[in-house]
């Protein structure tokens, strides 16, 4: 799959990974070559089962990005694996979802920590930021920006053969189904405003057997660990993936169903047989785990950081977008003297340009104009830090007059 360069080479749906009986294996072991966003893309395009269901900012419009979605992809051109270096076969880069055990990429790695080069009075405040804002929280400040994912997923939805869906079309994007009578329910979200969250780099995980608390109104299934007073964790963007999926309801643990049907005769499979009792016994026999016949419907959330589509530097959150301190007649002036050769104004009332999205989403304007891109409270703060001090320190520092 990964050295594959005709394009051709493909797994059986049901085959556990064995090649599929179409594929000239001739053909395509005289023609390996390089990976290529292409080949990775195969697989990651398509997590979910199609493409940009299950990432926020990994989907076939990679192939060929619009500079403004990705300037990495687009503007230079990258391969996954100029990033995601590998070193025998060890892929670097650890996913949301399964512990890394090959390495991790960070955007320092190429960046630097300090990676605002001092060109512009910004420079100095935008480094300072980096030991608690993720790069993305600024450089990525919508998710599936160049073409939809989807945000939701009700599976208890599936089975109605009546339902006719209703095609759903976000900006100038090709119209999506609102339903599947094998999948069920979805609603698709394009050029989103993320989800912040406290992430030190590492995740909380339901494992399969896992019993899980069933009074809670959402089981989260992953979850971002950090806190506040953790000086290693950032503010990291997020699409929280969210979605109704069946738990046993005496053993409260995730049920599989046994979804595809292994052949003809196939008397358990879902989307042969639109029978989920049948299903999770099947499936969960499979997987080794008890099954005690009677299942309930739960809301899940699995969380997705924003790690690829990294706009230009031009389109980066900028002070005002944050802080609605600097929004209003004192600006910079709260702590540095004025010395009227610098416009402070102009510097900190710069909002960025979100105007290439207007064919992607309605709100483009409100977008733009928001000067509560993180909800500082949300986060644990009693309100901008400008104001009221970051989480270890308080400016303007005693000495300096308030207000
Ligand atoms: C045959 C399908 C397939 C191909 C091709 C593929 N991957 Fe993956 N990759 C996977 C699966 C499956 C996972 C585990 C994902 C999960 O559990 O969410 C994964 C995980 C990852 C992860 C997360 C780290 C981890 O260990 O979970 C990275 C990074 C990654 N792949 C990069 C790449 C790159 C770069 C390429 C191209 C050189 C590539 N992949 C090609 C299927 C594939
Ligand atoms: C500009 C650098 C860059 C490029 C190019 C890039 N990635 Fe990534 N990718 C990252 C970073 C950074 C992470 C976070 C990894 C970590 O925390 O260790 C990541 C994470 C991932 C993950 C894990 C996602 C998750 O949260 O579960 C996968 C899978 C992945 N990349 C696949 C790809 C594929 C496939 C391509 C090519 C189409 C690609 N990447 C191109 C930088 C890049
Ligand atoms: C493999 C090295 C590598 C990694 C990893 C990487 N970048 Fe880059 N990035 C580059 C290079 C090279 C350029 C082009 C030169 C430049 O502008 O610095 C670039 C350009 C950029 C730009 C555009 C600058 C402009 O002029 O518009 C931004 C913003 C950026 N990167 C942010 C990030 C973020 C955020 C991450 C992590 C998600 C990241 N980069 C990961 C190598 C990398
Ligand atoms: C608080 C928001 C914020 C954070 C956090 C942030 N940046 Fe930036 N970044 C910006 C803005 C705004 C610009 C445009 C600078 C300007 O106009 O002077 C920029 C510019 C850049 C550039 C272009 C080079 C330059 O000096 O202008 C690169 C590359 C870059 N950032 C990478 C990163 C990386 C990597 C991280 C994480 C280590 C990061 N940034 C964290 C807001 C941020
Ligand atoms: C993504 C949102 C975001 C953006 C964009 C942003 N900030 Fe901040 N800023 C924060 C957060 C969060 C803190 C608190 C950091 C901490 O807890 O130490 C902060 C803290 C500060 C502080 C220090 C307050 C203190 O007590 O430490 C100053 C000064 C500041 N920002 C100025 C700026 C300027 C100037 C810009 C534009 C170049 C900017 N900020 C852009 C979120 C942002
Ligand atoms: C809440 C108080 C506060 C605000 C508001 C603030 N700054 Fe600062 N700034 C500081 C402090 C304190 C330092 C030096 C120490 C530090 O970074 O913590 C500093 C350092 C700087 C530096 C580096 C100076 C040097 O000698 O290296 C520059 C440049 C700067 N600020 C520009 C700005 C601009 C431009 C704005 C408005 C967009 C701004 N600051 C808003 C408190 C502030």
């Not at 053909?27 to 269901?53: L, M, P, Q, T, Y």
């Not at 971002?224 to 109704?244: C, E, H, N, Q």
Request: hydrophobic share 30%.
């Amino acid at each position: 799959m990964c050295h594959d360069t005709t394009g051709t080479y493909k797994k059986a749906p049901t085959k556990a990974g064995w090649p599929d009986k179409g594929v000239d294996l001739k053909d395509v072991a005289e023609k390996v070559g390089h990976s290529s966003r292409r080949s990775c893309g195969r697989c990651h395009f398509n997590g979910g089962g199609g493409d940009a269901i299950k990432h926020a900012d990994l989907a076939g419009n990679l192939l060929k990005p619009d500079p403004n979605c990705d300037i990495h992809m687009g503007g230079l051109d990258f391969s996954c694996t100029q990033c995601h270096t590998t070193m025998r076969h060890r892929i670097a880069g650890s996913s949301s979802s399964v512990a890394a055990v090959e390495g991790v990429v960070r955007c320092a790695d190429c960046h630097s920590d300090r990676p605002h080069l001092g060109n512009s009075l910004l420079d100095h405040h935008l480094n300072m930021h980096c030991s608690t804002i993720d790069c993305n929280t600024c450089h990525s400040p919508v998710y599936a920006k160049c073409s939809p994912t989807k945000i939701w997923w009700d599976w208890s939805k599936a089975g109605d053969k009546n339902r006719k869906p209703k095609m759903i079309k976000l900006g100038n994007s090709k119209a999506l189904p609102d339903y599947h009578v094998k999948k069920g329910e979805f609603k698709w979200g394009r050029a989103v405003k993320p989800d912040y969250a406290w992430f030190n780099g590492k995740t909380k995980r339901i494992i399969l057997g896992d019993s899980v608390d069933m009074r809670a109104d959402v089981i989260q299934l992953t979850s971002p660990v950090g806190l506040r007073a953790d000086p290693s964790a950032r503010i990291t963007p997020f699409k929280i993936m969210k979605g109704m999926q069946a738990f046993d309801a005496r053993h409260h643990t995730l049920l599989i169903p046994h979804l595809f049907p292994r052949d003809s005769k196939d008397t358990t499979a879902y989307w042969k047989n639109y029978d989920w009792d049948k299903s999770f016994a099947d499936g969960m026999q499979a997987a080794k785990l008890p099954y005690s016949g009677e299942w309930q419907w739960k809301e899940t959330w699995t969380y997705w950081r924003v790690e690829h589509e990294v706009m230009p530097a031009s389109m980066a959150l900028s002070c005002v977008q944050c802080h609605s301190s600097l929004g209003e007649e004192k600006t910079c002036n709260r702590c540095h003297q004025d010395n009227r050769h610098i416009n402070f104004k102009e510097l900190a009332h710069k909002t960025t340009d979100f105007t290439f999205l207007k064919d992607k989403r309605d709100d483009v304007e409100q977008l733009q104009h928001s000067s509560d891109y993180i909800d500082f409270k949300a986060l644990g703060y009693k309100g901008d830090p400008i104001i009221y001090g970051g989480r270890f320190k308080k400016l303007p520092l005693g000495a300096l007059p308030q207000g």
